[in-house]
Nanobody, 119 residues
């Protein structure tokens, strides 16, 4: 079982990026999933979360700018980030609770993807 992020990069302030988190392997389904980020010298923080019922929750700092969504057919989650600010610069991680064949529910972390917002 593997969870991996993609889509990070360098973007100017005010720009947009879309991050993806794909789960692969012997899984029945993805239950809930969250996007976290960690800036240098700071603790990892929850940015956005989506439940199996598609309820969403966001950190105050990203409300109205970021949108979390899921494509169950592709076992993939997304984080659409608009109006990016320099303070959004961080390594972004996905964390997914997966129902693994023969095991049950297990939570996995991706390896992280760097997002840098700078002019």
């Amino acid at each position: 079982v593997h969870v991996a992020e993609s889509g990070g990069g360098l973007v100017q302030p005010g720009g947009s990026l879309r991050l993806s988190c794909a789960a692969s392997g012997s899984i029945f389904r993805i239950n809930d999933m969250g996007w976290f980020r960690q800036a240098p010298g700071k603790a990892r923080e929850l940015v956005a979360h989506i439940t199996s019922g598609d309820s969403t929750d966001y950190a105050d700092s990203v409300k109205g700018r970021f949108t979390i969504s899921r494509d169950n057919a592709k076992n993939t989650f997304y984080l659409q980030m608009n109006s990016l600010k320099p303070e959004d610069t961080a390594v972004y991680y996905c964390n997914a609770r997966l129902e693994v064949v023969g095991v049950g529910f297990v939570r996995y972390w991706g390896q992280g993807t760097q997002v840098t917002v700078s002019s």
